[in-house]
């Protein structure tokens, strides 16, 4: 049989215990029924919580009472030859495992492991109940779920009996664990509980702190984080919520990130308005990676991050990496969980810079050198953004050249320019704008910059602001255009009738007038001007091959692909992926893309 090292675990615990404050006071000194009279007393002056082993016809006789098939799992069959039964102080449980006390749950009739596996009710129906005495917490041992190894699953239950077991473990062994880390954990506030277990895992967390500056790998020093907070060792919990919060990646709202960059900042400070802020190299960084991420170059943000992470500081002993970049609106979405990873292992402050400390693991920062959000195309609008989600019905967007957002802003809205907002955010700033019963149609648009000179405006989801009405255009975008060019686009995806066909609008203009461009609308193209070859829209959207009278008139998604991959290859417009999918752009209320009401006449209208 295997041997299982129980002996300097439980004399650990014991020894805990017993030189713990007011251990004398807390432990009854009754006798433990069933148990030769042994007491806590007993206990407290032999360091020891548990009892005399139970020798080999001692085990046997318990295997032979439960059932006539029954060998109990490897662990607690050890265990109990180092001692019959456990009193483990300050968990909720006063005694456990014990040859005479332990019994099937509910049916203390002898039965065989078959016949409990083939009970009902789940886990309650078959399980092997070692609490002997507690204050309702249930130690229970599964013969339904049996590992490699031979071992039962084990459960801590502190519910109600038959609800779902809360806390599994792989063996009775890692239960047991479990409640040594809860007796420390109930302690940790305990004045003057110090012992030997509470010093290691002090030293234990100081040098994963330190190995965490200097770059190696996270999950083991995670690991040293999680058990000792479990213990409940007052700094493994604030330097465990930094280390998870960067794996996380994304921006945070209202979780709790541990000591922010910016003290004292705290929770309350986490809002739109919240700027992150470095000293030094990195905070300058910070700076010019927060201007790139604005106008939607958010892979640019990165890599001036990533250049200049070994360059951060720590504020104290507490802080291990800027997990205040998380809180910053603009920063916060650029930092993905293999972002947040690379900062991790990427040495840092006087720690990662000491020569000792290596080079780290050579984590990607990635993506290539240079690499821009401008490469990302216009393509990527007709994919769907994942297996599981669904394209948005429409969406339509500007581009300007030879001005800069700002200005685009003023050019197309009726309203200073916004605070940066996601996608799911758009919806708000349109509400606190014109209120839930607003008559005004509600086009917000978010403003950004891309390569070679281009300023855009982006609305996705337009179908529920605007219909595409191709004879009331106010030619927003057209106007836009004044002392310089615009490329605008109206996509509609249709459905799946004819009343509702999908249509494509495109608008080349210079200097405020329109010079040429088409619109497809179901099976209808228009087009005015001279167009380039690679923008010819018969090309681009084939006439529709028949498809019965169950076809419908939605916009086919490999022509719009084609129509947007032309539109890239010959202006060099894109729009960022991702700062428009998850990053924050500044917003803009437009004025009206389509005329409505006495002036929509039919007439095409240019804005004022």
């Known amino acids: 049989m295997k041997t299982y090292n129980w002996r300097p675990f439980l004399e650990r615990w014991s020894a805990d215990w017993a030189g ?91 039965h065989g492991l078959q016949e409990a596996r083939e009970a009902g009710a789940g886990v309650w129906g078959r399980a092997l109940l070692l609490s002997v005495e507690s204050d309702g917490t249930e130690v229970l041992l599964d013969p339904g779920e049996v590992n490699a190894d031979g071992e039962w699953a084990a459960y801590l239950h502190r519910g109600r009996p038959g609800d779902a077991p809360e806390e599994r473990y792989e063996s009775f062994m890692e239960l047991m664990q479990a409640l040594f880390r809860s007796f420390h954990h109930r302690n940790r506030n305990t004045p003057g509980f110090e012992n030997d277990t509470t010093r290691e895992l002090d030293a234990e967390v100081e040098e994963a702190r330190l190995a965490c500056l200097r770059g190696e790998a996270v999950e083991g020093l995670l690991k040293v984080f999680t058990d000792a907070e479990e213990c409940g060792r007052p700094r493994a919990r604030g330097l465990r919520v930094q280390m998870g919060a960067l794996l996380s990646g994304g921006r945070t709202r209202d979780r709790e990130v541990g000591p922010l960059d910016d003290p004292p900042a705290g929770l309350e400070s986490v809002g739109r308005t919240f700027r992150y802020e470095a000293p030094g190299p990195f905070g300058d960084a910070v700076d010019a990676a927060r201007e790139q991420a604005r106008w939607g170059d958010t892979d640019a943000a990165w890599h001036t991050l990533a250049a200049a992470v070994a360059d951060w500081e720590p504020y104290g002993d507490e802080h291990i990496a800027p997990v205040g970049l998380l809180a910053d609106p603009l920063l916060g ?67 300007v050249r030879g001005v800069p957002p700002e200005e685009l802003a003023d050019r197309i809205g009726r309203g200073p320019l916004l605070a940066p907002a996601d996608e799911a955010e758009v919806a708000e700033v349109a509400e606190a704008r014109f209120g839930p019963e607003g008559e005004e149609r509600r086009a917000v648009a978010r403003i950004g910059r891309c390569g070679d000179g281009w300023s855009f405006a982006y609305e996705s989801r337009v179908d529920l602001v605007d219909p595409f009405l191709p004879d009331r255009l106010t030619g927003l975008g057209e106007s836009a255009s004044k002392g310089g060019e615009s490329v605008t686009v109206w996509c509609e995806r249709g459905g799946q009738l004819p009343a509702t066909p999908g249509a494509f609008h495109l608008s080349y203009a210079e200097d405020g007038e329109r010079v040429y461009g088409f619109t497809v609308r179901g099976e209808e193209i228009e087009q005015w001007g001279e167009l380039p070859d690679s923008l010819d829209p018969e090309e681009l959207f084939p006439e529709y091959e028949e498809e ?61």
């Open 333 to 399: 979405p650029v930092i993905t969980p293999e972002r947040g990873r690379y900062l991790l292992e990427t040495p840092r402050g006087a720690e990662g810079r000491d020569p000792a400390a290596g080079t780290g693991h050579g984590v990607d920062a990635g993506a290539e050198d240079g690499a821009t959000s401008w490469d990302d195309g216009l393509a990527w609008l007709a994919e769907e953004p994942s297996p599981d989600s669904e394209r948005d019905g429409a969406y339509r967007f500007v581009f």
């Open 20 to 110: 713990s404050p007011g251990a004398r006071a807390r432990e009854s000194t009754q006798s433990v029924p069933g148990l030769g009279g042994a007491s806590a007393a007993d206990a407290l002056r032999e360091r020891w919580l548990g009892f005399a082993g139970a020798d080999p016809g001692r085990i046997g006789a318990l295997e032979e009472r439960l059932g006539p098939d029954v060998l109990l799992p490897p662990t607690y069959r050890s265990f109990l030859a180092v001692t019959d039964g456990w009193r483990p102080a300050g968990t909720g449980v006063d005694l456990l495992g014990t040859t005479e006390g332990t019994r099937w749950y509910g049916d203390p009739r002898p």
């Open 548 to 608: 019965g009278d169950e076809g419908g008139a939605g916009l086919d998604p490999d022509d719009e692909y084609e129509a947007l991959d032309a539109l890239f290859e010959e202006f060099g417009i894109s729009l960022p992926e991702f700062a428009i999918r998850h990053g924050r752009l500044h917003t803009v209320l437009t004025r009206p893309w389509i005329l409505y009401g006495a002036q929509g006449d039919g007439v095409r209208q240019e804005p004022s």
